[in-house]
């Protein structure tokens, strides 16, 4: 079975740090892009970043430029997101999806985890 | 406020057949294919519709995807109550180097 696992959610401080992982299984990791997509509470979708095979193609949503590093470990198959001076408004729940095989700006989010949650608050 | 915009709410009564639009600009529906994407709260999302206009395995032919232009459209026909759901688009964005999603389309089953 396909699956990807997201785990290191919790409550964090604003200006606190957090890193999320996500455990794939069921196909060959290394083989696909990958991604980070959120739902803040209420609101919708937002894709966060992603990162390609050999990981030397990596982009990030705009507002989240400097503070989160996305980052793999195709030997553990692996996924990361390292989150940074955190604010009230990343409070969201993390998704951790897979991508396709080619090319990151035509991949098609095929697979998704159930989803980790971040709480930022004081 | 949404690169992709799509209609906030949508409803139907069972049977009839329900359309989403989502409105893009040439660096992202202009020059890419549109994906969609179904949500039920409390789940993972679920990828509906890629390229366009293919549908995963597993997905009933009653969903439907087109484009034209800086615009596509998502058809459900033959509307059942499990459709209930948010409804997404999405497609790469040229211009910011990211994808961008629509604001979500609440489908209610009358």
């Known amino acids: 079975e396909v699956k990807l696992v997201e785990s290191g959610g919790g409550l964090v401080k604003p200006g606190g740090s957090l890193r999320l992982s996500c455990a794939a299984s069921?196909?060959?990791?290394?083989?696909?892009?990958m991604n980070w997509v959120r739902q803040p509470p209420g609101k919708g979708l937002e894709w966060v970043s992603s990162?390609?095979?050999?990981?030397?193609?990596?982009y990030y949503a705009d507002s989240l430029k400097g503070r989160f590093t996305i980052s793999r470990d195709n030997a553990k198959d692996s996924l990361y997101l390292q989150m940074n001076s955190l604010r009230v408004e990343d409070t969201a729940v993390y998704y951790c999806v897979r991508g396709g095989v080619g090319a990151q700006r035509i991949d098609v989010f095929d697979i998704w985890g159930q989803g980790t949650m971040l709480t930022v608050s004081s | 406020q949404s690169v992709l915009t799509q209609p906030p709410s949508a409803s139907g009564t069972p049977g009839q057949r329900v359309t989403i639009s989502c409105s893009g600009s040439?660096?992202?529906?202009?020059?890419?294919?549109v994906n969609w994407y179904q949500h039920l709260p409390g789940t993972a999302p679920k990828l509906l519709i890629y390229s366009n206009n293919q549908r995963p395995s597993g997905v009933p032919d009653r969903f439907s995807g087109s484009k034209s232009g800086t615009s596509a459209s998502l058809a459900i026909s033959g509307l059942q109550s499990e459709d209930e759901a948010d409804y997404y688009c999405a497609a790469w964005d040229d211009s910011l180097d990211n994808w961008v999603f629509g604001g979500g389309a609440k489908l209610t089953v009358l």
């Open positions: 990162i390609n095979t050999p990981s030397d193609y990596i």
């Open positions: 040439s660096s992202n529906i202009g020059s890419y294919t």
């Open positions: 069921g196909f060959t990791f290394s083989s696909y892009n």
